[in-house]
């Protein structure tokens, strides 16, 4: 059977009068975008903690909006993004003063969340900027990873698993960083998310990451890039994504002819029995003139017919084990 | 989709000006879009010249080989082939004697357009499409009324290419538009009595009947049997102060360069205010039995994959399509 928990993470920009906006514009666009996703056959919605007050304020709640998604066929919000990628005084992972605050940011996207059907994961960035937080150190990583082992904890306590997103401009970025994180955090309450680009870019290989992995794996963001970072653009201040000099564009959908093999993460999702959902994302789809619609519906197409297909592979050879 | 209906998608609106919609990858980001949506056949529109790559028989074959390579061109997006393709002879195109300005409505112009129609007609039977949907006559500002007279002549030159239709086995309709010399209900009822409805049909657009004042459930309803093909697409507005009438309408009228000033009359499936009743006149549709083909279209309203995927929602959520 095709893979039916497709999620999308919420990026979209849209042609309104006032120029091109987030659907988030007023409820009128909100409900063209969630139509539109609707229509491809997304089942789930990922989005940012920054949106929920709008949400709330266009559909009277944050369970509100959700209703709206499963009128439109969706099953449920499944995914939070929270993140600090600039450290500030007052908010930064690698500074454990300012621990306390972020905890206190993160009880108040918990209670923006109550009543939802059950979203699964709260995705952050575990760190801030490279520049900002360098040298990474043992040390520095340890700090980053006392934070998110005690947000972890409250975040299970509302059902949710608290799961990290690397960045390839973050301060955990290496294949070895990684690692040294993951053995400072409690597998029971600090999780892995896979972003397929991100990785890419900085050098790790996002399918033996997962495979790795697979046991704290809740979750990817299919996106695709075509270039690896050669240049150390990944310290340039104050955004690496949209500042470097050598790449305009990082990231791609699936089916352009990036890098990342998505057939065979596929297959490898299939292989390790992973049945969670996997979200598709568009980051700064609309560089060099691109459309979030077409981007999504070309994306989805892939979807429904190329990654189906490796799919339907993978089940059978599992099949005939 | 799967349904009784046999729908299919118009790309005309990716066409946004005539050199953006030239690249083959961008054809196909187009066509997988579509296929995204649900639909598995699309409707093309003529054009003229090298850009229009997509749109003019004789250099679609000349990129892609033969009908069969366009054909292959289309399912690597998995879109299974063409419903119909549109063509107005009245817009000049430099394949046809050099961007000669002819009309229907004009009897010494007749012999040009059966030559004129020929190329469509084959290409239209060569990739095993349905319908070859034509524009029948050009704008009304553009000349006096046609009168009784007038409208049987432009008949005569659309059954001559009826007879060439046939004989390649496939239909032609005329398609209303409200910009036409063919404007009113008992116009357009003319128009259809002086064409053999053996060989001639007709392309219903729900949003064009209704800007032009005609409803279109009603009109489908009188006309149940010459209707042969739909262009299905909705509006906010009907031109009730003759804005058609005004000098360059399409302009004038159509892109809001004057008169209300609206700057687009074309809107998706299940726009707010929209004129058209939709499930009234698909129900109809399928009291009917209607065999032919239902192509959904956007027009130039706005992002194409955007009207696409509001139109396929439309589809499956109100009108109990499954994709």
New interface residues.
Partial sequence: MTWTKWSYMDHWV??TPQGPQPPSFNR?YMD?YV???????FTGFDTFFFYLHLLAGMYGSVPGFERFLQD??FEKITGIFSAYPSATKWTAPHVRETHDRIVADCTNTLRMCEGLTGVENFIVMPTSTYYQTEPVTDDTIKVVADLWNRVGRLTLEHGMKTTCHFEFWGAIRTREQLDTFFRYTDPEYVYFFCDTAQHTIAGVDPIQMFRDYRDRCTGFHFKDTKNVDHHEAYRTPPDPELMAPQVTRWFYEMGEGGLVDFPALMKEIVRSGYDGWLTVEHDKAELGGG?Y??A???A???I??VLAEAQAEAEAEVAAR | MKDSLRWSYALNQWNLRLDAFVRHEDQQRALKTVSACGFDHIELASGTGRWDNISRPEVILLNHGSHQGFLDFLRTAKVQGVSSMFWDPQAPAEEEEGYAFRSTANPADSDAIVEWAKPFVDFVAGVGAEQLVVRPVGSAWMSPPLGEDGIKLVGEVWNRIGELTSAAGIGLALHYDCLGAVHTADELRGLLSATDPATVGFALDTAELTVGGIDPVAFYRENAERVTHVHLKDTRYADTGEEYRMPGAEATMLKGGAGRRIERWFFELGTEGGLVDVPAFVAALRENDYPGWVVVESDHGGNPAELAMLNSWYLQRVLGVTK
């Fill in positions: 849209t042609e009128a063209r139509k539109q996703l609707s229509a491809l056959g439109n066929g459309s619609a077409e999504t519906a070309v989805k197409w892939y429904d017919n």
